[in-house]
């Protein structure tokens, strides 16, 4: 069972950083040609897209996170991240990693909050 687990979640004061790092187990024959990326879910709204990047390392942002976020994976260790710069306090949400193949499957971490406060 492929296994993704997040971390590097926390506080941050606006202006400031944080980086979210996530672990792909159990994937070792699909994780080089898989797309992999973030969602968050802020507090009372729907889960949504941050940034992703496809097998073929092409990099896609949500508009709210282009010119702050940069997604990265590392296909030697399984692992992908997400560096985050000029938090403002809308980037306050639980972050979500997954590893997908398109409409075929799709598996999800648990989670890692992040709170950025003004």
């Known amino acids: 069972q492929v296994q993704l687990v997040e971390s590097g979640g926390g506080l941050a004061q606006a202006g400031g950083s944080l980086r979210l790092s996530c672990v792909v187990s159990n994937a070792e024959d699909i994780f080089s040609d898989s797309s992999v990326g973030w969602y968050r879910q802020p507090p009372g709204k729907r889960r949504e897209l941050v940034a992703v990047i496809t097998s073929g390392g092409n990099a896609n942002y949500a508009d709210s996170a282009k010119g702050r976020f940069t997604v990265s994976r590392d296909n030697a260790k399984n692992t992908l991240a997400l560096q985050m710069d000029s938090l403002e306090p809308e980037d306050t949400a639980d972050y979500y990693c997954?590893?997908?193949?398109?409409?075929?499957?799709?598996?999800w971490g648990q989670g890692t909050p992040v709170t950025v406060s003004s």
């Open positions: 997954n590893i997908n193949r398109g409409a075929l499957w799709a598996y």
